[in-house]
């Protein structure tokens, strides 16, 4: 007889997942430090650091995505770092990451209309040269990653980006990819 497993618990006793493994009740100390520092920048506890990763991995992934994501160091402006981000995850179809960098996006100033537009259907959106030059190569890379080339690479180059803001591109389009994997494959739902 197999043995019943246990449904997480979120808030209000919905579940977050589609996993049948409950919330992780007693996170590591630094799964907890990402739990209270994601509590006090956006007033709740994302769903995606509730999973129960395993002893040091959850950390280990999330540090390396907040540090891509959040760093002053970073050589890209954090705006087309979020813009990566959002055309990433467009094109997966992951809502929950949708939702997250649209938002983001709207909290550095850019026009809500053109989030909405651009979560939407970004080709149809107005970009400058070089947002339009990022969405095609998170798109490609995403959609068609067997077939990039160094065609793609050198339109970015045309576009005015340096070789070291291309190579940070590169790693937060494969960042969201991973994380747009894993949200899509264990259903994770959106914070309310």
């Avoid at 590591?28 to 509590?39: F, G, M, N, T």
């Avoid at 995505?65 to 813009?83: A, Q, T, Y």
């Amino acid at each position: 007889m197999s043995k019943a497993v246990k449904k997480p618990t979120a808030s209000k006793g919905k579940r977050f997942s589609w996993l049948r493994l409950p919330e992780l009740k007693n996170p590591e100390p630094a799964v907890r430090k990402l739990q209270q520092e994601c509590l006090e920048r956006l007033g709740f506890v994302r769903n995606f650091l509730r999973l129960p990763f395993g002893p040091g991995r959850l950390a280990l992934y999330q540090g390396y995505l907040d540090k891509l994501m959040r760093s002053d160091d970073g050589e890209l402006p954090p705006v087309e770092r979020e813009f990566l981000a959002l055309i990433t995850s467009v094109e997966n179809r992951c809502e929950v990451c949708i939702l997250s960098h649209g938002g983001a996006l709207k909290k550095y100033g850019m026009d809500t209309h053109l989030v909405d537009t651009l979560a939407l259907a970004w080709r149809r959106a107005t970009l400058t040269p070089r947002l339009h030059a990022l969405a095609e190569f998170a798109s490609k890379l995403t959609l068609h990653a067997g077939d990039v080339d160094a065609t793609l690479i050198g339109g970015l180059r045309a576009a005015g980006l340096k070789e070291v803001e291309i190579l940070e591109a590169v790693q937060v389009v494969a960042i969201y990819n991973s994380n747009n994997r894993i949200n899509n494959a264990l259903g994770m739902q959106p914070n309310r």
